[in-house]
């Protein structure tokens, strides 16, 4: 029994490991971050508080009823009710009414006001998106910054592991007499200076995951390990040009709402300039006590509410007939407006540049990746040529060292290409209306 239970909890333990080591995708890293992102947290918040004024909105079509109630004790000289005239008497009064209004004619600011709900809504769930699309970009950014310094080290482990080697086998040629002291000096430098770089990328590659984890919200204690697949560029067919693109254009989207908001504002001002007509009606009813007469003069509750019971109906018209400040905010609306429209426009000319930068970035790294692997293919050849040379003694030590100076840049800008490439990529999909990530 105790043997079956010691083997369940090793299977537990390395089923728990397997879990923790799973590696993290672009997309999956994405979709953590906006599922716990502060600022799509408050978006959706808002967007809800939107949601829900729209449909609250509706209400505004239907009339406003009112219900009133009163009471007054009065003493002294006043009018009796009974007697309608004037008298040294103590009474009590009481007062109930209902009362239905509807607004006939406001200039449409009720449509309006409804419009306005309306797009105040769409302005707060596009909103909502671009928050969502920021912190996918963003973590898209910093996904590829951490992935660079992590291959990095890669590198630098390789070319810390050849420079040992090299300076192992100079020893040993030294010893034989084919190479001399300075040259065991060089490469003893070499791997000094090897060794920091790959000590200093690996501190570098600590703080860009950080970056990553702290941008995702993503606890720093637990471990974080990246799939580092780099997007394929063999099988790529580049045909796309910035006219058929149409998606990514939340910003335009945005910018437009707004423009449409404020015209909305406007013609709101402008309404208020004109007359208001209203139909109101209701029902009322009172009842009365005299202090002066005895209770048993005075009419039961009941039959007061029943006798003084009236009901009215009335049209109210309302003229502006001047106002300084409805006709400042006209002015105001009309500049909210076109400031409006003009960043409307400014945004849509911002998009189309995006696009065509997008396109071009990617297209400009997809040429130099293909570029870049062939120079790292003949720079590897030379390099190993010139270390046969070096060991024959046809090649001095500092030609060595830039031979592989020279190995080790283009395998670092054939890795930046690639990486910036997958980015532009990403970019671009989105402008084609693609998701900047699958994941739920």
Same mark, same amino acid.
């Given at each position: 029994?105790?043997?079956? %239970? ?45 949601? #829900? ?5 509706? /209400? ?38 209902? +009362? ?42 910093? %996904?590829?910054?951490?992935?660079? #310094? ?25 010893? &034989? ?9 060089? /490469?003893?430098?070499? !791997? ?26 993503? =606890?720093?204690?637990?471990?974080? /390990?990246?799939? +580092? ?24 989207? /945005?910018? +437009? ?33 005299? %202090?002066?007469? =005895? ?24 003229? =502006?007939?001047?106002? !300084? ?7 105001? #609306? ?46 590897? !050849? ?12 046809? &090649? ?37 209306? +693609? =998701? &900047?990530?699958?994941?739920?």
């Amino acid at each position: 029994m105790n043997k079956i %239970f010691s083997i369940s909890i090793i299977l537990s333990s390395f089923v728990m490991t397997a879990s923790a080591q799973e590696r993290w995708t672009m997309d999956r890293c994405i979709s953590y971050a906006v599922q716990h992102a502060a600022t799509v947290t408050q978006a959706q918040i808002t967007a809800d508080q939107k949601c #829900a004024d729209s449909r609250l909105a509706r /209400l505004s079509f239907l009339p406003t009823v009112n219900a009133g109630v009163s009471a007054q004790y009065q003493w002294g000289r006043n009018i009796d009710p009974e007697t309608n005239t004037y008298d040294n008497v103590t009474t009590f009064n009481n007062y109930y009414n209902i +009362e239905a209004s509807l607004v006939l004619f406001d200039g449409g600011q009720t449509l309006r006001a409804f419009q306005a709900a309306k797009m105040g809504r769409d302005h707060a769930l596009t909103a909502l998106e671009k928050s969502r699309d920021d912190k996918a970009i963003d973590i898209m950014t910093k %996904f590829v910054d951490a992935v660079y #310094a992590h291959q990095l080290i890669a590198l630098n482990e390789e070319k810390l592991s050849d420079s040992k080697a090299l300076l192992h086998k100079t020893r040993r040629l030294y010893e &034989l007499g084919n190479k001399s002291l300075p040259d065991v000096t060089q /490469l003893e430098s070499q !791997v000094t200076t090897d060794t920091f770089n790959l000590l200093h990328q690996r501190n570098a590659y600590r703080t860009a995951l950080m970056v990553l984890q702290t941008a995702m919200n993503y =606890p720093l204690s637990d471990t974080l /390990l990246l799939d +580092e697949a780099t997007a394929d560029t063999a099988a790529l067919i580049l045909r796309d040009r910035a006219d058929d693109l149409q998606g990514g254009n939340v910003n335009v989207r /945005l910018a +437009e709402l707004n423009a449409r908001q404020a015209q909305l504002a406007l013609k709101d001002r402008r309404a208020q300039l004109l007359p208001k007509l209203s139909l109101a009606g209701g029902v009322y009813t009172n009842y009365y006590r005299n %202090f002066s007469r =005895p209770s048993s003069e005075t009419p039961t509750f009941r039959s007061q509410l029943d006798n003084n019971l009236g009901e009215y109906v009335g049209v109210s018209l309302t003229i =502006p007939l001047f106002s !300084v400040t409805s006709r400042r905010n006209v002015r105001q #609306a009309r500049a909210d407006r076109d400031l409006a429209v003009s960043q409307w426009e400014e945004s849509r000319r911002q998009w189309r540049d995006g696009i065509s930068q997008a396109i071009l970035d990617r297209d400009g790294y997809y040429s130099d990746v293909r570029q870049m692997r062939v120079k790292v293919k003949a720079d590897s !050849v030379a390099y190993h040529l010139n270390r046969r040379k070096y060991e024959e003694g046809m &090649l001095s030590t500092f030609d060595l060292h830039t031979s592989a100076e020279t190995l080790l840049e283009s395998r670092i800008k054939l890795l930046q290409t690639q990486l910036l490439f997958t980015l532009k990529q990403k970019l671009v999909n989105y402008y084609k209306g +693609e =998701p &900047l990530w699958t994941l739920k």
